[in-house]
């Protein structure tokens, strides 16, 4: 069996647009067969990295030196095969996931190599880790503008030496929603996350029409853009 660990980002936990989106992307993986364990980054005591001098690579290999549930996070990514990284965009991650990120280092093996002209690492040898794949939720209305999202965790499957699977991707994610239920585009969209999901434990890649159609406009940019400044009028004539 696969096993996957998923970290939610958000600092608003399950009532978040990421957990929305990530929700049928966890049913289809277990649909196809992998167990899942979803860990809320808010929900966990993660201190930024304080000691900043690379003791976990130089000084103890392997441990950090500060000390929080970081610890037991440790062994419970170390026996993941595959690492999801769900999160809003906050220009560019919410801090709880930053934390996370920056504290990945002691799982990192220190013995650096030059691939195609870049600085890389790999994981430790007792790091399942193969596989990194984001799921990402936004409020605007471009897709691009979640590219440094992305490109963050290109580059952290990069520096890790394991292989980046790819990028479910919902702009204006708010627009799923009427009302407190679903509409009828955004149960498509579910239903297109939900086979990512399935396709990524099966193949261990997600077809690039699918993440197309899950990232697809759901309103004009112009008609989005008038949404938030009514929001904005309406705050500003108080
Ligand atoms: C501090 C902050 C910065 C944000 N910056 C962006 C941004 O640059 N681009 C964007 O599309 N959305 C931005 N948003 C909107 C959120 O990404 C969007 O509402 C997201 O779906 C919220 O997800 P959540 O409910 O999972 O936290 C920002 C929100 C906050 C609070």
Redesign the pocket.
Known sequence: MLDVVAING???AER????QVLAPFIAGMTEAGAGVELLYASRLKVKECTCGTMHCWYGKPGECCVRDDMQSLYPRLAGADLLVLAT????PLPGGMQNILNRLCPLMDPRLETREGRTRARFREHVRIRRLALVA????WEKE??GTVVRIAEELAADVSVAFAGAVLR?H??LMWSEGELTAEGRTVHEAVRQAGRDLVRTGSMAPENLAAIARPLITQEALLQQYNAMRDAVADR
């Open positions: 958000s600092p608003r978040s647009q990421t957990a809003p965009v906050y220009v939720t936004g409020g605007w503008n979640m702009p994610a708010y």
